[in-house]
DNA sequence: CTGAAAGCGCTTACAG
DNA sequence: CTGAAAGCGCTTACAG
């Protein structure tokens, strides 16, 4: 629809061409300015009951709906924010939405998402501007200095599990401590020869979660062998196969995710190794589904939902922050780090207590 | 930010305020028209080489993006469409955005994600009005009367899994067919007594399912008690522990969908009672976990994915047919019906074939 | 309490 | 090929 309508019949409303009342449309109905009719749904400012009936009739005549795009142009806020997020595979991301989308409900924000498929998507991260309020950005595989230049200048972020990004707010999983303690509860459960399932080699989860994992090994006295995945299902059944096969030799597996560790824990199973009694297994995220399959899975657990919903809140406070202040830079608060902790299930042998 | 600047001192330039440089700021900079800079940046009108070198230069100088809201409002389309979903919970919504995700990144859509909490967020529906382009709605749960009144008028919209709306596109499950597949599947595999968990009253998938599990067990002469779940697995749960308590008379379970029939399967197995030998298990959806679990889940097999993108897709043609057509109705193509199947796995009794 | 007007940041016929 | 101007549909100081 070209701006100008020099060619449609003047008299012709837009209601009458099928496409939306506007605002003037209403007012002159109503027979008030478009700035009463304004002032009626936006319901601040004080307008006599006479003024505010008749604009209703009239609005509801014409089945009126204020346009979302000039509104927020006009006030330079969206009401959505921006999730930018590395894939949609598994339940992890499930379940980050689900959090995400509990806190933006709450505060009636719209959840606009955006999918980086292996770094295509990137350039449509700019163009972001002017359709949302701010930005969640979980990009583990990015370089942060790429990411940064790609980034919408002045519009308020979070960033989740990426490498962090000066001057703005990261929160951050503390993956070494996380995978020290799944490899030290396998070794003290008896494992001597331990294999790693790593997540891709660019991801920095995986970097931190592989570093954890050797660190806990060389003090527990057991020897971590690393083999690459991709944090999908297929790469854990591979080693799976391979170790019940005799291929690869190992008395535990850890996992640098859920989905890989059942890939491998299917793939023992389904060839007859037992699972805890030789090889033990561990995975990291604890999605719904790890104390789902059988024997149950231990894994390193992280409140996936809580997180998405704080980054959430944060980022909401960020926006309410640079709106207060109006000129230029939100306060962003400290970076906060996510502290996850085992849950040991029937995968692993359970150690002495006391 | 007030629409007029006033107290702002005039020379300074939005750059300068640490907010975002705008076109004009470009085009003072370039020494042009604002006209020649959207050009540039357009792309589809010719301009002279010199002219694109000048904009190019002083837009990387100011580090300017174009704003997409205002940009929108101009041109009468967000890039976005609106994505309306019951709620969040379990694999089924995540593979539903992975499949929506897949098409929609690949038409350079972006998805805008509203939840509707058992109704609340209905209100928001209409605010979307300038904010997408069209809107796929899953709302199984909803009268569609009541659906229809919040729906913005003139939006394209594409409707999944809703009691059917008039004048609009409409995809629907076979949900009878799927539900009696596998009711039948069970009575042929011996069962005499099955009992079915369906979803809550008020959801139209739910009463589809019953009615094709009520039609099947009634064909094949087997009785069908109904205990009405709510769709998560906390319902099926409490089935399996009934029959496993021997409180519940039942030598066969048929779940609404899987969640709960992972529910009954974890608890019957949890007292001992044998899968299939004692009580054959099926469920509906097939979500990536049902093969996971063990024994491995018979279900009612949709391609989540598929079913999601396709419904991205039908938006697409239909924005892109009222485009064209300019003015009004877009043409909304014939109803879809998408025909499950089942798999077979290992909760339920494979039947003799050939 | 209400209206006229300017402004939000773009795009695009129209006329050079 | 380029610029001036009108327009997209709202909101909000400003002045009654």
Redesign the interface.
């Known amino acids: 629809?070209p701006?100008a309508r020099p060619d449609s019949a003047p008299a012709a409303t837009p209601a009458m061409?099928?496409?939306?009342a506007t605002i003037h449309d209403v007012a002159r109905v109503a027979g008030v300015s478009v700035a009463s009719v304004s002032r009626v749904f936006n319901g601040r400012d004080h307008v006599r009951a006479e003024m505010r009936r008749r604009v209703e009739e009239a609005a509801a005549q014409l089945?009126y709906?204020?346009?979302?795009?000039?509104?927020?142009?006009?006030m330079?806020r969206?009401?959505?924010i921006g999730v930018v997020l590395p894939d949609?595979?598994?339940?992890f991301?499930?379940e980050l939405?689900?959090g995400m989308?509990r806190e933006a409900?709450a505060r009636?924000l719209?959840?606009?998402?955006?999918?980086l498929?292996d770094g295509?998507?990137l350039d449509?991260l700019?163009?972001?501007?002017?359709?949302v309020d701010g930005l969640v950005v979980m990009a583990p595989e990015l370089d942060p200095d790429v990411l940064a230049r790609y980034m919408?200048?002045?519009l308020a972020a979070v960033f989740l599990a990426c490498a962090p990004q000066v001057g703005s707010l990261n929160m951050r999983i503390d993956n070494r401590a996380g995978a020290a303690a799944a490899v030290a509860h396998l070794a003290a459960g008896g494992a001597k020869r331990i294999v790693h399932i790593s997540g891709p080699a660019g991801n920095l989860d995986a970097q931190e979660r592989r570093a954890g994992a050797e660190a806990a090994a060389a003090e527990a006295g057991a020897t971590l062998s690393v083999i690459e995945g991709d944090f999908l299902e297929a790469s854990g059944t591979m080693v799976g196969e391979r170790v019940a096969a005799g291929t690869l030799a190992a008395d535990a597996i850890f996992a640098a995710n859920d989905m890989m560790a059942?890939g491998a824990l299917?793939a023992l199973?389904r060839h007859g190794v037992a699972v805890p009694e030789q090889v033990a297994v561990a995975g990291f995220d604890d999605i719904p589904?790890a104390r789902?399959?059988?024997p149950a899975l231990t894994s390193v657990a992280i409140d996936i939902a809580a997180m998405g919903a704080r980054a959430v809140a944060q980022l909401a406070a960020q926006i309410a922050g640079a709106r207060e202040a109006?000129?230029?830079?939100a306060s962003t608060g400290a970076d906060e780090v996510i502290v996850p902790h085992l849950m040991v299930r029937e995968t692993t042998r359970e150690t002495d207590r006391g």
């Not at 061409?17 to 939306?20: L, P, V």
């Open positions: 629809m701006p061409r099928g496409a939306h089945g709906v204020p346009h979302a795009g000039a509104r927020s142009l006009s330079a969206t009401g959505a949609l595979h598994g339940e991301f499930s939405l689900r989308d409900s009636r719209g959840l606009l998402l955006t999918v498929h295509r998507g449509t700019a163009a972001l501007r002017g359709q919408p200048r002045g059942i299917v199973k589904l789902l399959v059988s109006s000129s230029g830079e």
